[in-house]
């Protein structure tokens, strides 16, 4: 997947990068999904995580916002460690969309809180962060290989 534009290296550290981060937003979808899960109060210090978590707008098509987001969480873990592993840019390609989507749904969903709810959920906006941070580098990542001839082969 790296040439002329990216090496190797630069192209694994990066990758790593978006791999941690995707841990990050694991464990924060993980820790809302279980403190509600067990009935627990959700540690916050902008007093607006309770009010938020609660919203009708915590729910897409019926379920909790914390599932979808170890279920995106998770797919970019898996298809970084595609990429990483196997170098063929259509695993790129597919975690490239999949942050794309991620980065959407944050927008959308910081509007809410600022905007609609005019209340401001701590852990949902580090997942907004990460989910921003993501698309940055996987968008870096592909913007320097998209020249490069597709490797489609398994």
Do not use: H
Request: hydrophobic share 45%; glycine share 6%; proline share 2%.
């Amino acid at each position: 997947v790296y040439n002329q534009y990216m090496n190797k290296k630069t192209f694994k550290l990066l990758l790593s990068f978006v791999i941690i981060l995707a841990l990050v937003g694991l464990g924060d979808s993980f820790y809302l999904f279980m403190t509600e899960k067990s009935g627990s109060e959700v540690i916050c210090g902008t007093g607006g995580c309770s009010f938020v978590l609660s919203s009708p707008y915590s729910y897409v098509l019926g379920v909790k916002l914390p599932i979808w987001g170890m279920l995106y969480y998770f797919s970019l873990l898996l298809f970084s460690f595609f990429t990483l592993l196997t170098l063929k840019k259509i695993f790129l390609q597919i975690l490239t969309l999949i942050s794309l989507s991620g980065f959407l749904m944050s927008l959308y969903f910081t509007y809410v809180q600022f905007y609609e709810l005019v209340s401001l959920c701590q852990w949902c906006l580090l997942s907004a962060l990460t989910s921003t941070l993501i698309f940055i580098t996987t968008l870096i990542l592909y913007s320097k290989n998209r020249k490069q001839q597709p490797n489609y082969s398994l």
